[in-house]
């Protein structure tokens, strides 16, 4: 039923415009597609499409679906983000597999930035 690929994750916000600029100015996204006026954004990142939008059906939440988006380095990534004056919920991490650190969109929703380790 199921195929083996995401066909996109979806990200609710509140403000178009505020959204635009965190994801494209803060986290450095680049647009793919725009549409509803510019109430929806996609990002695509190698084969994952990422749905920024307003839309109705959706609603922002703290606890809804959190998106992990590799980074090179996650100290510089970390760095970068405070001094946009990005706040972190959860601290640089470290697992068996790899880095990462919470943090959320100006609508509250939860974010993490991830580095894998080196094999």
Known sequence: MITNEVAFIA???????RARKFYQETLELKPATTA???AWIEYELGPTTIGVGCHPAWKPSPEGTTVAFEVANIDDAIKKLKERGVSFDMDKNETPVCFMAQLRDPDGNKLVIHQRKKK
């Open 11 to 17: 990200i609710a916000v509140s403000d178009k415009e």
């Open 36 to 38: 509803m006026d510019g």
